[in-house]
């Protein structure tokens, strides 16, 4: 059974910092691209960054770049976002997502996490 489990939101002040965690399991996701996505009440389902489990290039939206770093740790099959410098614009529920191939569209995503809850107060 493939999961894909969040954790890491929470309630924080504008510029402040969040760390964001994807632990995966139950399949090899050695060749596939993981992305981080957020939604916020009311807007679409938006890419935020994204990055190869076997390394190389990571991408990232604009309204991010810069602010947000993703990275992963092989060993714990995890992903990570930090996110700095957070705005109440990055107010959604992010989620973490496994793809075959790097897209930026949410439907060439094969698996799905429940997603976390940020909320940045200004």
């Known amino acids: 059974q493939v999961q894909l489990v969040e954790s890491g939101g929470g309630l924080v002040q504008a510029g402040a910092s969040l760390r964001l965690s994807c632990a995966a399991s139950?399949?090899?996701?050695?060749?596939?691209?993981m992305g981080w996505f957020r939604q916020a009440p009311g807007k679409a389902r938006e890419f935020v960054a994204g990055t190869r489990w076997s390394g190389g290039s990571t991408a990232y939206a604009a309204s991010v770049k810069g602010r947000f770093t993703i990275s992963r740790d092989n060993a714990e099959n995890t992903v990570y976002l930090q996110m700095n410098s957070l705005k109440p614009e990055d107010t959604a529920v992010y989620y973490c997502?496994?793809?075959?191939?790097?897209?930026?569209?949410?439907?060439?995503?094969?698996?799905w996490g429940q997603g976390t809850q940020v909320t940045v107060s200004s």
């Open positions: 139950g399949r090899t996701f050695s060749s596939y691209f």
């Open positions: 997502a496994a793809s075959r191939e790097f897209a930026p569209a949410p439907g060439k995503y094969d698996y």
